[in-house]
């Protein structure tokens, strides 16, 4: 097995692999090069770790670097995606080899994030952390708070006009224009709209990610989601638990609720980790030589368990939350899954 940096003479060839490595965990093909193309231009191409044998695709790991914003404070953040290995590859070790040589890559960035299974990602210092609460609000009790006269709502996939309000959130992203537009097209997003209530919609796992404006209208709106996409009678939104917003005005006419961690995330470059995450609190006046001292005979598992998980009482010293300057709030939504 040989370990590569992809090129773009690689590009066809990764993403007919990737297509089919991801078909056989069953479901519709995804076309990665139609459907992401912002992560396969000749400029990203690179960051996509390959394994080869006997001339073959059999891996990739793709890791991606964004500038993104939480809580005013910038972190260099990488997320993690498309990891695949072929069928005929698997349990040889090809999926730790192609993980290891990324995170090696981008070890100077803050912290990588991605989403998957805990135990599959844990060997390689990834913890649980940020929280969500999922609401279901079913059909015949949204039809009490529609309005007599029911608002006209506008359909558009034009993402510019809630730009503003998703820089506004405690976790926003930055993207260019192109990338803005290719990661939401390949959710399927949409935003609806009225006069007074807006939000975004994702068609591909049909969850309500954000939502603002007056309970009657947002009534409105996801009584049109169930009544136009969804099969059953129900529609889920996402609610971030650090983010007060309007939306909050509709939440007590949900039917149930589940709470659930946001995302996988590892530390990157501890120092900078810290120094970046202790201005969240400035108030604190955190000893981050202390800090360190006492981090950095840690594990990488056990290093972002203190910092990102919302259950540091896991680890052996006790909880941490007066001691260490923690992210267990940080909340990527999933519009931005890679």
């Known amino acids: 097995m040989q370990l590569a940096t992809a090129t773009p003479n690689d590009r066809q060839e990764l993403g007919d692999f990737l297509v089919n490595a991801f078909l056989t965990h069953g479901g519709e093909p995804f076309y ?3 459907r992401l193309p912002h992560l396969f231009t000749d400029d990203r191409i690179g960051e996509h770790s390959i394994a080869r044998e006997n001339g073959k695709i059999i891996g990739c ?3 991606y670097r964004f500038d993104l914003m939480h ?5 260099d953040a990488c997320g993690i995606g498309q990891v695949g290995t072929a069928p005929e590859a698997r349990g040889k ?3 730790q080899a192609l993980m290891k040589a990324a995170i090696e890559k981008n070890a100077d960035c803050d912290f990588f994030w991605l989403y998957g299974e805990r135990r599959r990602y844990g060997y390689h210092g990834f913890e649980l952390g940020g929280q969500y609460t999922e609401y279901c609000f079913t059909k015949r009790y949204l039809q009490k708070l529609v309005p007599a006269i029911s608002p006209s709502i506008n359909v558009s996939i034009k993402y510019d006009t809630i730009l503003p309000k998703l820089q506004a959130t405690s976790t926003y992203l930055e993207l260019s224009p192109d990338e803005r537009q290719y990661c939401f097209d390949g959710k399927a997003l949409k935003v609806l709209s009225t006069d007074h209530a807006q939000i975004v919609y994702s068609g591909n796992e049909q969850f309500i990610h ?3 404006g007056e309970k009657s209208h947002l009534a409105a709106i ?3 989601v169930i009544e136009t996409y969804r099969e059953d009678d129900d529609v889920y939104h996402h609610v971030d638990e650090f983010e007060p917003t309007t939306h909050h005005t509709l939440l007590p006419h949900y039917t149930d609720a589940t709470r659930e961690t946001s995302a996988n995330y590892r530390i990157g470059n501890l120092s900078t980790l810290l120094e970046k995450t202790a201005q969240l609190t400035p108030t604190k006046n955190y000893d981050l030589s202390q800090v360190l001292s006492i ?3 840690l594990t990488p598992l056990q290093q972002s368990i203190a910092i990102f998980s919302p259950f540091t009482s896991q680890l052996p010293q006790g909880a941490f939350e007066e001691t260490i300057p923690t992210l267990s709030d940080l909340h990527i939504p999933r519009i931005y899954a890679l």
Do not use: E, R
Not at 71 to 75: D, Y
């Open 32 to 34: 990665f090069l139609d």
């Open 71 to 75: 809580k005013g404070i910038a972190f």
């Open 222 to 224: 996801f009584l049109h």
């Open 210 to 212: 954000y939502a603002w």
């Open 295 to 297: 981090l950095s005979p």
């Open 61 to 63: 790991v793709g890791a």
């Open 93 to 95: 070790g090809v999926m």
